[in-house]
């Protein structure tokens, strides 16, 4: 559990003179505070290596990454970004994977005038009230994957269905997202204990509900278990949710459970773009994984840092922003833009879950919402 | 509500009920046998159910599986007893509670190193998936029937061994008094290994028949660990038998609990406020039963000492 520390010059430019000249000006010195041990570990080693490829494919020498483990504590998140503030003086954070840290995190790192990519968590409140010109979103708002949940069950032609999530702020915020593009009816609303492995009584409850669909949002673990589960009750209401539950590191743990079962997501390994395409084959290459959604947006992350760093000087930082928001950067997810409160829009597609010889991975088969933003944008007042 | 679903969910309370007696039975043994505190006993829940996914992996045989699980945490807890513990019985809790504490973070990230961080496959075999049809026309999982079936076994052969096997004499008496029979010529180091393997032995166990069902993760034991101490505090520490009336208490009330009490509170309130504060209150509702026994009972239901 010691807290690795890598420190990335990346690769050398090679070139004498020129860049001889200017190594101090501009440079930019990244901390990254994420969780790399403990139950939620995938998540963050995902966002790091995709952040990695980005930085090592660019052979950026003026980009420096510092990496830290969060143990996924509130506490020790708080502890590391002072550190990297103070101590380390780095320009930019980035990194963290939950909603909590990110709100124990992010606010006083905007208020020292550090900026702040987040490669997942998008927390409604820093995408409304809380915003701020420091900070930017290039995952997602976390109720945009649980609204296209919601409109696919709609153009499904679902009328009745049941829904469950955790109950902490992230799963309360699930449900709403859910119904808010939801038209139907619902049989059944459970919230069920954060952590909780076993879901006998609640799947005992959908059986006897009489639902026509399920909804569910359980990340990690929670959701492997509840597939595993689902599957063995012998109930077969469809499923719906979010691609939380469906990514490429849980997959392969819930095995012929997951198939078929529809979950909606911003990425997809199948997405056909050209920078989708070299991603997916070079992360292979480098990590010898097929890459999850996480690491599509640590690799966005890094993208749009160093497309940022093109074209103005970190210590000119309302230059610095002008360049972030414009995002010009060739995007995993092909369009992507910022919208006024600096949270993404962009389309929200719709995947099943299918087998590719040995390997379960997700297949698009349609798109939920089209150029989506989200629903807190207008009460951000930039300042 | 219906009583299929009555019936179903108080299935299910039984069932989360024996597993957690496999987890605690160990837990109550070595508390009460050494005087040792084991929060490591998480850890070897965990090592059961790796050692099963990956057996399971390799040779596609559950019942492989499930004596590998048994072996490598029996085998990882004598270790660890003759390496560690057999230093802390002799030390004050506190001085327990650090060392397996520690333990805990040696397990979870050697786990890691060998395995990764990506959670691991295990599956029920073919021939106990899918539900049966109960009498009354309830739809039950079978492989959740077998849980109870290897459950209330389990329990059975622990009641004979204890009570009716030379070990169970000396661990009957070992929990008594130490000294006395350390005086009569029982080995009483190679007595406490063997305590110690077997209650590891079945949280592995534990681990590799609940993992079946659940994510097979890296910290998958803690929160079963907090579980397990609930059922030895409500039991009796010591007590395989309270350990069983405890598990079986902890796991009915806690699944009816969670069902019955938001409907409870729809009677009062809207339909949100009900969900919401009957989830919260559900998942106290263990813990409250543990404090209304601990004020009946301060030694907890079958427990002989303070």
Redesign the interface.
């Known amino acids: 559990?010691t807290p690795r520390t890598l420190a990335l010059a990346a690769c050398i430019a090679g070139l004498a003179g020129g860049a001889f000249a200017d190594t101090h000006a501009g440079k930019v010195k990244v901390g990254m505070i994420t969780t790399?041990?403990?139950?939620g570990?995938?998540l963050g080693?995902d966002v790091r290596d995709g952040f990695m490829l980005a930085a090592k494919q660019a052979g950026n020498d003026k980009l420096e990454v510092i990496i830290e483990d969060d143990q996924r504590k509130p506490d020790i998140a708080v502890q590391l970004a002072d550190k990297m503030i103070q101590s380390e003086k780095v320009d930019v954070l980035t990194g963290i994977i939950w909603s909590n840290l990110a709100m124990a995190v992010i606010p006083g790192a905007v208020a020292q005038g550090k900026f702040y990519l987040s490669p997942n968590a998008g927390p409604s409140a820093l995408a409304g009230r809380g915003c701020s010109p420091l900070y930017f979103n290039v995952a997602w708002q976390n109720d945009n994957l649980h609204e296209a949940a919601g409109a696919y069950a709609n153009s499904a032609g679902y009328k009745n269905s049941f829904i469950l999530a955790p109950?902490y702020p992230a799963g309360?915020d699930a449900l709403t997202g859910y119904k808010s593009q939801y038209e139907g009816e619902l049989s059944g609303?459970?919230?069920?204990?954060l952590?909780q492995?076993?879901y006998?009584?609640e799947i005992?409850?959908i059986?006897?509900s009489g639902a026509d669909s399920v909804f569910f949002f359980l990340p990690?673990?929670?959701g492997?278990?509840f597939l595993?589960?689902y599957a063995?009750?012998?109930v077969d209401i469809p499923v719906v949710g979010p691609a939380f539950s469906f990514d490429q590191?849980?997959l392969?743990?819930?095995?012929?459970?997951a198939l078929g079962v529809v979950n909606t997501s911003q990425w997809s390994k199948d997405l056909d773009n050209p920078t989708n395409t070299a991603f997916v084959e070079s992360f292979q290459a480098e990590y010898g994984r097929l890459p999850s959604l996480y690491a599509s947006q640590g690799f966005d992350t890094a993208n749009l840092l160093l497309s940022a760093m093109d074209k103005a000087d970190i210590s000119d930082a309302d230059a610095f922003q002008a360049a972030l928001e414009e995002a010009d950067f060739a995007s995993t997810r092909g369009e992507f833009k910022f919208n006024t409160n600096h949270h993404p829009i962009q389309d929200i597609y719709v995947r099943e879950v299918i087998r590719e010889g040995d390997v379960y991975t997700n297949k698009i088969i349609g798109t939920a919402l089209e150029d989506h933003g989200d629903a807190h944008a207008a009460e951000c007042q930039m300042q | 509500?219906?009583p299929?679903?009555l019936a179903?969910?108080i299935l299910?309370g039984v069932?989360?009920g024996v597993m957690l007696f496999v987890m605690a039975a160990g837990l109550t043994l070595v508390f009460g046998v050494m005087g040792l505190i084991n929060l490591a006993h998480g850890s070897l829940f965990m090592v059961g159910a790796f050692a099963a996914a990956a057996v399971a992996g390799a040779t596609g045989s559950f019942m492989l599986a499930l004596v590998s699980a048994l072996a490598a945490a029996a085998a990882a807890g004598a270790l660890i007893e003759v390496l560690v513990i057999r230093r802390l019985y002799a030390r004050d809790h506190l001085d327990q509670v650090l060392a397996t504490f520690a333990l805990i973070?040696i397990f979870?990230?050697g786990t890691?190193w060998i395995f990764g961080?990506?959670?691991?496959?295990l599956?029920?075999p073919d021939y106990l998936?899918?539900?049966v049809t109960l009498p009354g026309g309830i739809?039950y999982?079978l492989?959740?029937l077998t849980l109870i079936g290897i459950g209330l076994a389990i329990a059975a052969g622990l009641f004979v061994l204890i009570s009716k096997t030379r070990l169970g004499i000396q661990i009957r008496a070992g929990e008594n008094d130490r000294e006395m029979i350390a005086a009569l010529g029982v080995d009483i180091s190679k007595l406490y290994t063997i305590v110690f393997a077997l209650g590891a032995g079945l949280a592995g166990l534990a681990g590799a028949l609940?993992g079946?069902?659940?994510?097979?993760?890296?910290?998958?034991g803690e929160?079963v660990l907090i579980l397990a101490f609930v059922v030895i505090v409500i039991g009796g520490i010591g007590s395989i038998k309270g350990a069983l009336i405890g598990a079986l208490l902890v796991g009915l009330t806690d699944?009816l609990g969670?069902?019955l009490l938001?409907h409870l509170f729809k009677l009062f309130t809207d339909?949100?406020t009900a969900?919401?504060a009957g989830?919260?209150l559900a998942?106290m509702l263990i813990y409250i039963l543990m404090a209304v026994v601990l004020i009946w009972k301060p030694t907890g239901l079958f427990g002989a000492r303070a």
């Open positions: 559990m790399l041990s403990g139950g570990a995938g080693i109950n309360q609303e459970l919230l069920t204990a952590g492995t076993d006998a009584s005992a409850q059986r006897a990690g673990g929670m492997i278990s595993k589960q063995d009750s012998g590191g849980i392969q743990a819930v095995g012929d459970a | 509500m219906s299929i679903l179903e969910q299910n069932q989360l973070l979870s990230e890691r961080s990506f959670p691991l496959y599956n029920i998936s899918g539900p739809q999982p492989y959740r609940v079946a069902i659940q994510s097979v993760q890296v910290g998958m929160p699944t969670g069902v938001p339909p949100a969900t919401s989830s919260a998942s």
